[in-house]
């Protein structure tokens, strides 16, 4: 067998352990942090070659994963080294010959919705943009989920998932294309997340209740692709119970046009992210659309959301900076109707 054969996928050789290099890109963080974590907490591997080289056993590996498991969730790092360290003994001690066979602990329930500190959500961006580098998906989705539950969709989605995703965007711009699938496995859990949240309507809007008749449209502009901002007020709409027709990305104008005129909606939403997708002219012909029996037809309330309407404004638009702005000048269209 030749040298190239007998190596693992990670270069090193069959049976002797991982290196320190193959683990970090394995647990997305820096060979540093495994060192650190070594000298600090114990969290060493039980091998050491001639010459102080580093290999790292399945054993070394399940108590680094379950350390990173509980960092991610926003465990001080010393805490959470004796934790993963307490699970080692405990498995150990119930399989004496097979090894250790790590079991995650049971996820704590998280508290009733309330306004995070400052400190709290820069704990829960570090942890969830680890756990996306470590492509950790059962954490990924922990995290947004425990995050919603916590501090409800609209906090979470501004104070976690947008910053987050920023951060991202910004290391895979800084590192080439190193990072376009952490970005892409990001994107997929949030989006997946708040498709549940739209599911799961938490104050239904009542029955025959004023304003509650028409759905709302949602729609982003012709050319544009991007639309998980779209899909978060989509569930923030959703929990709230407020019927709405969310049509995505790229709808020609038709399509909007012919939903606008056909729903009677009180607010039409248009997203664009890019000043290149984002037609003054759209705007104004939506909300030019009439419907309805003559003396008594009606009109939408356009709403321009997104950094792509940055620039000339359409008279009578509302033009939202936030999620929960956009919410709020829903909800006082709908009063007014």
């Known amino acids: 067998m030749s040298e190239g054969q007998h190596r693992g996928r990670d270069g090193d050789s069959a049976g002797t352990g991982v290196t320190t290099g193959a683990l970090a890109r394995r647990l997305g963080v820096s060979p540093t942090t495994l060192r650190t974590w070594d000298r600090r907490y114990g969290l060493g591997p039980a091998r050491r070659d001639p010459g102080h080289h580093r290999r790292w056993s399945d054993r070394d590996i399940a ?3 379950e350390m990173g498991r509980l960092t991610s969730a926003g465990m001080p790092p ?6 993963a360290l307490k699970l080692l003994d405990a498995a150990t001690a119930a399989h004496p010959l097979t090894g250790p066979v790590i079991v995650p602990g049971p996820r704590r329930s998280a508290p009733p919705a309330r306004k995070p500190s400052s400190d709290t959500m820069v704990r829960r961006r570090k942890g969830l943009s680890r756990a996306a580098v470590r492509l950790d998906a059962p954490t990924v989705q922990d995290l947004l989920a425990d995050a919603v539950e916590s501090h409800g969709l609209v906090t979470a989605w501004q104070e976690l998932m947008v910053p987050t995703l920023h951060a991202v965007g ?3 711009e800084e590192a080439g294309d190193r990072y376009v699938e952490v970005e892409h496995l ?3 859990h949030i989006s997946r997340t708040l498709h549940r949240c739209a599911a799961e309507p938490k104050n239904p ?4 209740a004023p304003g509650t008749e028409a759905p709302l449209v949602l729609a982003c502009v012709p050319g544009e692709q991007h639309c998980l901002p779209l899909e978060a007020l989509s569930a923030a709409l959703g929990e709230l119970g407020l019927p709405q027709r969310m049509f995505g990305a790229a709808v020609p104008v038709e399509a909007v046009s012919s939903a606008v005129r056909r729903t009677g909606p009180a607010v039409v939403v248009l997203w664009a992210q890019a000043r290149s997708t984002a037609s003054v002219p759209l705007a104004r012909h939506i909300a030019d659309i009439r419907w309805g029996v003559r003396g008594a037809r009606g009109r939408p309330v356009v709403m321009l959301a997104g950094p792509g309407w940055a620039g000339p404004a359409v008279r009578g638009a ?4 936030s999620l929960r702005e956009a919410l709020g000048q829903i ?3 709908r009063g007014s109707a």
């Open 318 to 321: 509302l033009r939202p900076t």
């Open 63 to 65: 108590v680094l994963e």
């Open 331 to 333: 909800d006082r269209v």
């Open 205 to 208: 809007a009542p029955s025959g």
């Open 78 to 83: 010393a805490e959470a080294a004796h934790q």
């Open 186 to 188: 990001l994107s997929w």
């Open 170 to 172: 910004r290391k895979w």
